[in-house]
């Protein structure tokens, strides 16, 4: 569509529909991620060790380039291309509101997600199980969704004994509430960041986030069909549901519309009985008056 024929068209729409600037903008970004690399996208709580992972994965180590702490550091959507990719860091799932609503506009055009979670406080809780199904329900998300989805658990530094075991659960979770198997990474981003600031070469592999490099980079490129596919499904459901409100609201306001004009045609009925009854009592009247004179 030309981009005039398009500003005329939205407007129209816009006139239209309540939301139509969500629907549409949905629309333009699936459109706009068909050329795009490959994007991959942190998800999980706060604290979760998300912005960290990124610095490690495209070593930025020394100076961070995603914001990281012990307080909710994270509050909007931020973007890094890296090699053939674009790392996309979002906010902490159900820290706020505000937060919720920025990570799924990033998570509605993700094409590999890296869920991230704290064996520190044990398996997934229902916020995070709650966030996977939702996922899942989004357009076109069950394509390649076992490949799509990278389990990360971080914090392997400070919880060497319970990992394995927490894992194990993380996996059974996972596969209860959506049917899947992803991969599943156990990894130390500070094990890797003080191992390659120090040059120390035993830390780095202890850290495991070579492992996890060597998939992304090598293995997740391949996933190309996999990702065409997702981002045509997007598009068509996007369009679908643009569509699917205009119909409901043409026929809401056709519906109003009747409603009108039978309380116009009652109102006419009523006017005409009305004035048919003032005319023929005149009418009466003034023959009466006739007689007298
Ligand atoms: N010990 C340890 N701490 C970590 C690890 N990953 C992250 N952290 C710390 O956890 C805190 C939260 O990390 P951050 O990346 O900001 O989490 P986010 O809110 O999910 O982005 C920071 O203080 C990090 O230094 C890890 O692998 N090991
Ligand atoms: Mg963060």
Redesign the pocket.
Known sequence: MSSDLKISTYKKLNQYLNDGGQLTSALDSALSATAQPLRITTC?L????????LNALTDHLETELFA???VR??VQNQTLSHQDFIFV?TP?LDATEEDDKEAWDALGIADVLLF?HDPGVGELDQAEVKFLLELAGQPGARHGLEERLVVIL?????NEEVIDAIAQKVQHQIKSCLGIEPRLFQ????SYQNGKLQGKQKLVEYSRIPVLQQYIFENLARMHSHIQTLRQVRIDDSCKELINAVDTEIAKRMEQSIIAQKKFDQSTQAFTKDSETLINSLRTKFAAYDKIY
């Open positions: 999980g706060l604290k979760a060790g998300k912005s960290s992972l990281t702490g012990a550091t994270t860091d902490g991230v971080t914090r392997l530094d400070s990894v130390s981003f500070t």
